[in-house]
């Protein structure tokens, strides 16, 4: 295609995953004639697509399903089995932060050595270290070895350098996954950024919600496959399906002949199933169960996790007004929460039946797909948003 | 090479350089000390031992212990090269040679603080050498670089799979420290080991460059000229290795 400025064909990637490591001469003389034993490990298989200029491409999948790998495939780090990777213009990595970052050198050190590692021209670095400083927020450390340097700061720092590379193709790797919630809003400005730029972009993530905000078309890869492409809605659905489906396979609650919960289904104000939410919106959580005797008086408990494991929030029918009474067959309860008030992240839940006694549980559901809390103000710190009024004196 | 490529391979020299030297009181001054050191005791051994069979004896182990260290640090930085950067070139794709050349020139580098100690020494000998002499010296400095580049291209990818590569290569520069003549005059070998002496490239280079810079004498250039020749074939065979295998090694790191 023309104005695609990534033809990925055919990719196929195998690992070898020696059993026993042969990485010492030594063992190659004592058991010469010992083959090593190779577990073959088909991380991705008859890949294709294409990426057009100024396209915001997703790829999402479960771990170890072969995104990574392929977005190394793609930044020329791996080399594919069978396939091409085709590029224009210049590619810029993001699989990780602060690559290169070296503890013992001092900040402006790293910004230097960490900049040209990334291709940013290192005239251009002399020009624009002290914004970098600035965009880091840590000014007056810019002698101070990287060791002494919080992780935050770390952090802002390799994301304050890595937004100077100019390039026209740019991969990013779980970029999200670290730091606060005020540097995601950080991160997710400098990609409304990039996209108003039109910059070619193809973006890993888990976080969901980022995934059906920026990206125009989205891939879903599994065991090495690509399982759906196509609008970010229907391909994230159908990856929350499927972590569903698998959650409850783990679990061994086929969904058919077992007892207890079924699933948990996020509904928005429409009543309708979604796993982005804005923090003013109203969120009802369905627990769909299924009992084959009546269950007097049960009990269901909500646990409210963040992504980064902060236990955020619980709740539980015992304390509840209103009696669930007796539950039997296929049903479903609703807990609806009328504001969310959860700032901007990523959350999942955990939800167990319990009957009356409110000792053993009967069934649950650990950590549901996650779901995206997003905002529009950028002011939010911490987890939820406190009631309360503000009143001047005068 | 692109001003990328320029600028990518200083900052690993200078990062390689100010972290070797920043932890240590001495800092910088060991790149001098310990050769220096090393000097003193052979001298000390071998002064005794040879009586004054040599000529300016000082200023030939000196050198000789110069050129070893250099060729010797050329072929271990660059034996670690890949492993050390392994991080990095796990994320992002930059011409994976660079960092073979850069951990060289840190070598080079040293050398050339080592040689500014060389020059008292020679002020104090009274020993000048003549333009020629320094030429030829040069010139043996850039063979030996060239074969260690050679070498280092090879090794640092067969690193990546063999971990324990590391002590064999210690071994290995041990036996070539005696199959050199650095501490003694090759005339003092006799019999069988003269071959085995002989067929050592480093003996050629060295040779030739102390009889130039201490003596003032020019051999015979053509032994020489054909190592400098082999290196570069070396070189450009290990450089085509090294490009073939990188990509693969990624996943072996």
Not at chain 2, 32 to 47: H, N
Request: charged share 20%.
């Amino acid at each position: 295609m023309e104005d695609s400025v990534i033809e990925v064909k055919n990719i196929e990637k195998e690992f070898k995953i020696p059993q026993e490591r042969k990485t010492q001469l030594k063992e190659h003389f004592i058991h010469p004639f010992k083959k090593t034993k190779y577990i073959e490990f088909k991380a991705l298989s008859d890949i294709s697509f294409d990426v057009k200029k100024g396209e915001f491409l997703g790829i999402i999948g479960r771990n170890g399903s072969g995104k990574s790998t392929l977005l190394k495939i793609i930044a020329g780090i791996y080399l594919p089995d069978k396939g091409t990777v085709k590029t224009k213009g210049k590619l810029i990595p993001y699989l990780e932060l602060g690559v290169g970052f070296n503890m013992e050198l001092t900040a402006i050190e790293n910004i230097y050595l960490n900049g040209v590692i990334l291709g940013i021209p290192k005239e251009e670095l002399k020009r624009t270290y002290k914004s970098i400083i600035e965009f880091a927020g840590v000014e007056g450390f810019e002698e101070t070895q990287l060791k002494n340097y919080s992780s935050g700061m770390q952090v802002r720092l390799a994301f304050a350098i890595a937004i100077q590379a100019k390039g026209d193709v740019y991969l990013l790797d779980e970029v999200l996954a670290v730091g606060d919630n005020a540097f995601q809003q950080k991160c997710f400005n400098t990609f409304r950024e990039f996209k108003k730029e039109g910059k070619t972009i193809i973006f890993v993530s888990h976080a969901m919600g980022a995934i059906e905000e920026f990206c125009d078309r989205v891939i879903l890869i599994d065991k090495g496959k690509i399982q759906k492409e196509g609008n970010p809605f229907d391909v994230v659905k159908k990856y929350g399906d499927m972590s569903i489906l698998n959650d409850a396979k783990r679990k061994g609650i086929e969904s058919n002949d077992s007892i207890g919960l079924q699933s948990v289904k996020l509904l928005d104000s429409k009543m309708s199933e979604n796993i982005s939410f804005n923090f003013e919106d109203k969120l009802t959580i369905r627990l769909i169960y299924k009992l084959n005797d009546e269950v007097q008086d049960p009990i269901f408990t909500i646990v409210l996790t963040r992504n980064d494991g902060v236990v955020v929030a619980s709740t539980t029918s015992k304390d509840s007004k209103s009696k669930i009474g007796a539950i039997s067959g296929e049903g479903y309860v609703d807990f609806t929460i009328d504001k969310i008030k959860l700032f901007a992240g990523v959350y999942s839940l955990t939800a167990v039946l319990y009957n009356r006694d409110f000792e053993n549980p009967i069934s649950s559901l650990d950590n549901t797909p996650p779901f995206n809390i997003f905002s529009t103000r950028d002011t939010q710190v911490g987890i939820f948003e406190i009631d309360g009024e503000w009143k001047s004196q005068a | 090479m692109n001003q990328n490529d320029k600028d990518l391979l200083f900052e690993f020299v200078k990062t390689d350089f100010t972290l070797r030297y920043n932890n240590s009181v001495l800092g910088f001054l060991w790149v001098v000390i310990k050769p220096l050191l090393m000097f003193t005791v052979m001298y000390i051994v071998f002064s005794i031992l040879l009586g004054n069979s040599v000529k300016y004896y000082a200023l030939y182990l000196l050198i000789g212990i110069m050129m070893y260290n250099f060729f010797n640090e050329v072929t271990v930085n660059g034996l670690n090269s890949l492993v050390q950067k392994k991080d990095v070139m796990l994320k992002v794709n930059f011409k994976r040679h660079l960092a073979v050349i850069g951990a060289t020139l840190i070598a080079v580098i040293n050398l050339f603080f080592n040689l500014l100690v060389a020059i008292v020494f020679f002020a104090y000998n009274r020993v000048l050498p003549n333009f020629q002499d320094l030429a030829v010296f040069l010139f043996c400095i850039i063979a030996l670089y060239i074969l260690g580049l050679a070498v280092a291209f090879l090794i640092s990818i067969l690193y990546v799979k063999f971990r324990d590569l590391q002590h064999i290569w210690e071994i290995l520069m041990l036996v070539v420290f005696y199959l050199t003549p650095i501490v003694y005059p090759i005339s003092l070998i006799k019999g069988k080991a003269q071959y085995l002496i002989d067929a050592n490239p480093l003996t050629h280079i060295l040779n030739f460059a102390r009889e130039a810079l201490i003596y003032n004498k020019f051999l015979s250039v053509e032994s020489t000229l054909v190592i400098f020749v082999l290196s570069l074939i070396f070189l450009y065979i290990t450089y085509h290795f090294f490009e073939r295998s990188i990509k693969k090694i990624a996943e072996e790191f």
